[in-house]
């Protein structure tokens, strides 16, 4: 029993205390885990000869949608109602239960550290257009969301601000940075704590509008669904663009010469600002897409204006 024992003993130590000589020949992988596997990046070449085309990063699969990309609610993710128009209610997923649909505190609460981080800069804390950029590089600064103008505005449009960006890239599109939910904060903390007014009593009803014909009544209410009021005062203000009043008829500088403001002036302008941009305002307005109505109809509602 003793002589088995240490044959053991012999036989166990020759196994596992013995390490080996060194060689240069690889180690041999009887199965080839991802730990042998070259990694793919994305500005490398694809070296495994799986792709064709020898490129790492891949465009999503045709007809295929990300997990979490899909959702189709308009309200929340482009701030608009059921009729396509900028929403003066906040979405109903942000809210509390269906039997108490309020929107919670704790939105405008967390709305105010965003907006200090992202918004203050430009917008300054107190929301008046008067942050250290706006003071130091912006050509055209902020308006103050204390304005009556935009203490009207819809919460939509606020929401579309920081989603697609305003005034021709003056101020960019912040949907990138800002998750969707936090942007919807962001309006909240500015009706609660910088305008002081109540969440969804501003905006005021939608303009009844009648689709069937042009009018300066029409064209009252498109100044405002088409936010040509973010831009364009009604009582000689200078905003971003120049005021609506007493505009028709007068004789404008303009980039490309002086011009008369009448219906082709001002279809152009809509059409193409950038055709003939009026002498001390930036070129700062995006084409709009309006329909002949809608444009016939703001034509009649500048005629009015003297």
């Known amino acids: ?32 885990n991802m730990d042998t596997m070259e990694k793919g990046k994305s500005y490398r070449r694809d070296t495994s000869g799986l792709f064709a085309d020898g490129r ?4 999503p699969v045709e007809g295929t949608v990300a997990i979490g990309q899909l959702d189709d609610d308009d309200h929340l993710n482009k701030g608009i109602d059921d009729k396509g128009q900028p929403s003066t209610e906040f979405p109903a997923a942000l809210k509390g239960s269906e039997k108490q649909p309020q929107i919670p505190e704790s939105l405008a609460d967390r709305g105010k550290i965003r907006f200090q981080i992202y918004c203050s800069p430009c917008h300054g804390v107190t929301g008046e257009g008067k942050g250290l950029v706006a003071q130091k ?27 697609l960006g305003v005034n021709n890239g003056n101020m960019a599109s912040y949907a990138s940075q800002i998750p ?40 009252r209410g498109f100044y405002k669904l088409k936010g040509c009021n973010a831009c364009h005062s009604l009582d000689g ?20 010469g002086d011009v008369v403001v009448d219906a082709a002036y001002v279809t152009e302008s809509i059409k193409q600002p950038m055709a003939k941009v009026v002498t001390g305002f930036p070129p700062a307005m995006p084409p709009q897409n309006l329909s002949d109505l809608e444009i016939e109809s703001i034509v009649l509602f500048l005629q009015e204006l003297k």
Not at 146 to 156: H, Q, S, T, V
């Open 1 to 32: 029993m003793r002589r088995l024992a240490l044959g053991v003993a012999l036989l166990s130590s020759g196994l596992f205390g013995c390490r080996g000589g060194e060689s240069e020949k690889p180690p041999v992988h009887l199965i080839h």
């Open 56 to 59: 790492v990063m891949r465009a």
């Open 137 to 163: 590089g912006l050509e055209v600064p902020p308006p103050s969301f204390k304005d009556d103008r935009l203490k009207e505005m819809p919460a939509g449009k606020i929401f579309q601000a920081m989603t």
């Open 180 to 219: 969707v939910n936090d942007r919807w904060a962001i309006v909240a903390h500015i009706r609660r704590d910088i305008q002081q007014v109540d969440y969804e009593t501003k905006g005021g009803p939608a303009p009844v509008i009648d689709t069937s014909k042009a009018s300066a009544v029409n064209g």
């Open 237 to 256: 203000t200078r905003i971003v663009g120049p005021s609506f009043k007493g505009l028709w008829g007068k004789t404008e500088s303009t980039s490309a």
